[in-house]
């Protein structure tokens, strides 16, 4: 018999399951999306534009599912958003493979593929905020922080499951598409796993659902959750709104802005930048096992960075901002000038690491930056702040990476370096985590 408010463990496996699992595939997908764009002779633009779709549509609705998740249903909520995702890959994966057996033209599987692609951004959106909002409303404190801890780590340990994965997942005989497909399969997996084994009881505490960032091969922190008694998982009476030019925040907000689209423009070109300067363009398989290397090690900096390196030191934000974007600026420098696998997955490692500093730095400056009972607004806009990036700032980078290879890491360079400029006298030196 489990403890008296204490979260089963076969319950919380299926709960990190759901957020695993998108996180994992949606990674897969951008490994394999620059060998698909090459077998399909569609411009690497058009391809990145439909996650562009994708990640707006999660910034749009997102707030609505956070909402909603403050009420009943979590489960039903939950279920909506592997829906949305299982059925997103695998609708998406079957376009796919037709198109590459020319069962469609290319213009039309591109065209079915941004519309499938879409139920993934509506609603996948949905899962995050339940799964939180659930597992705060059934569990007290001291268990409660131990099981959000887990919770986090889901995406960031689905960063580095998809792109280890994805070249396993090409064959026969789906080829490229199969990831697409067996990452759809996965999801469903998920989906009767959640409704054979997880109850839709009654919560014995009221819950906020916390709005998450689009996932992608950047792992995101929220604000730290070990710190929130129960009487703050009350819902509000009163829904805080601060003003985006918050005095206490707004440098913070630039600070993630920037920093935010300039690593969505590294990742945006990544796995076109493997392809096309390792000569891969008619060697799909070969395409896909390349990038998902290079994202595979990029991601397991990103975590030396956020589950190593900040809880050992426990450096401060505004460190952690300003010395990650350096470790970022010296690995777009050698991204930018390496021709061969070893020293474009170098510089992505360098990169990654000084991301993986930053923006936790970002996140935690800003939810220090206020009050308890401001958290849950101040989250909102982080989410807001890291979605927003992913929007157009891929499809942007891969145009300037076509039109001229320089652009894309010039552009990365300057944006970093005025970061680091401009935030050593604009950020404020905030408490270390535990000394607030």
Known sequence: M??????????????????????????????????????????????????????????????????????????????IGVVGFAA??????????????????????????????????????????AVQAYIAARTERAERAKALSLLASSFGLGTVIGPALTHFLVFEPFGLAGPLIAFGSFGFLVLAA?????????????????????????????????????EDNALPREEIRLPWRDSRLVNWFIAG??????????????????RDRLGL????????????SVMFVGAMATLLAQWGIIPMLS?????SVLWGSFLAL???????????FYGITLGFAVASLGFGLYRPGFTTGSSLAVRR???????????????????FTPAIGVALFNWWEPATFILIGAALLYLIIWGRRSLEEMPKAGEA
């Open 2 to 79: 489990p403890a008296k408010n204490v979260i089963p463990a076969d319950r919380v496996t299926i709960l990190f399951l759901v957020m695993l699992v998108a996180a994992a595939g949606n990674t897969a997908m951008q490994s394999a999306l620059p060998a698909i764009a090459s077998q399909l002779d569609i411009g690497d633009v058009w391809v990145s534009l439909a996650f562009s779709w994708s990640a707006l549509l999660w910034v749009l609705t997102a707030p609505k599912w956070a909402r909603l998740s403050d009420r009943r249903g979590r489960k039903q909520l939950m279920t």
């Open 88 to 129: 997103s890959m695998g609708l998406c994966g079957i376009v796919l493979w037709m198109g590459l057996h020319g069962l469609i033209a290319p213009t039309a599987t591109f065209i079915a593929f941004a519309i499938f692609r879409s139920l993934y951004g509506g609603f996948g959106s949905a899962s995050p905020p």
């Open 194 to 230: 959640l409704h054979w084994r997880l109850p839709n009881d009654t919560p014995r505490f009221a819950a906020r659902g916390i709005i998450t960032s689009y996932p992608s091969a950047a792992s995101v922190n929220q604000p730290e959750q070990d710190e929130v008694g129960e």
């Open 257 to 274: 802005l920037i920093g935010g689209h300039a690593q969505a423009l590294i990742l945006g070109v990544i796995g076109f930048l493997v």
């Open 281 to 292: 363009h008619d060697l799909p398989k070969e395409t896909v096992e390349a990038t998902g």
């Open 315 to 319: 450096i401060s934000p505004r460190a």
């Open 330 to 340: 010296l690995g777009i420098a050698l991204v930018g000038v390496s021709y061969d």
């Open 373 to 391: 009972d401001e958290q849950g607004d101040v989250a909102g806009k982080i989410a807001s702040i890291n979605g927003t990036a992913y929007i």
